[in-house]
């Protein structure tokens, strides 16, 4: 019988969160390593608003999301943490009802091993009520926390999520050892992958539903701005081939019917003859109606005029153009990334290819 693990991507616990291109890639990544490598996958969703239970008493027969797929997660107001009480708004749970999670963790079985990933560091409560549960349903299976918040506060999700396995930064090389022993599969840690494309793509089969797809072209990012910590969570900059992200691209919106893509790289723009301008060249070639959305900020300085009109005709639909600071000291912050002027050529480029100021 194959050996089985079972991901889980949590809820989240804020004040306000709102689906915007949010997808677990990571988690996704992982699923697609394990299963090629002979892994049997499970998948549970806290974040699935297409979940037939949810609908059910949302009493709608599809949940309610814009022209690109991305909308409103279903809210339940939760007890505030006592550091945070001060605050007078409605803390809530967002994802699927306690008791849907229960009936999905329960109608499983019993997995070899669980996955867990975290998003952003305040929101560790959803991995810990995670984690409590499956200890509950399944007590004695390893659990295995990944993720943003793992990597960023190691110490702190230790302590309070107590996972039995923590793993830090990308996870595909460190959780093949570690599950080639604990499943055990030996096989697991023999002939990995040497470059990023030789990975599969994300597993985006185990939701439920798509309305849009992630794509990355690179991870991480070849920066060291003192308030982003990309680089803590993969201090590696790693690019793609361009034609295996075209190929990704153009295979997996077939796949699942998707007309919309949402960029997650934190340096999409680098190198752009190399990259992104071959990228969306064949994309339009292909002639196929796509949209594309960037929710990471764009370093406007390579937006020349050429890039704009790509974009355009390529089909990039929501773009967002990062200008940190205008003050001196705060460049330096942000090594000279961007500038006012350079930010209003950029500006000046894609209306002139076409977009509306403020679209």
Known sequence: MKKSVLCINPWIYDFAAYDYWSKPLGLLYLAAFLRERGVAVDFIDCLDKW???????QQRSQPKVNLYGIGH???EIAPKP???????RHFARYGLPEDIFLAELKSRPRPDAILVTSFMTYWYMGPQRVVELCREVFPGVPIVLGGIYASLMPEHAQRVIQPDYLITGPGEYPLAELLADLLPMPSLREQLPAHIDDFPPPAFDLLRKNDYLIAMTSRGCP????FCATYKVDSAFTQRRPEAVVAEILSQTERFSVQDVAFYD???LMQPERRI?????????SQRPLRFHTPNGLHARYIDEELADLMYRSGFKTIRLSLES???ERLRDIHNKITPGEMTRAVQYLVKAGYAPGQ
Request: hydrophobic share 45%; charged share 30%.
């Open 51 to 57: 979940h037939p239970e949810l609908l059910r008493r």
């Open 73 to 75: 997660f279903h809210r």
């Open 82 to 88: 006592e550091s945070i009480t001060f605050i007078p």
């Open 223 to 226: 920066f060291r701005c003192t």
């Open 266 to 268: 934190d340096a999409l």
């Open 277 to 285: 301008k071959p990228i969306l060249r064949e994309i339009i070639a």
């Open 326 to 328: 205008v003050a001196k």
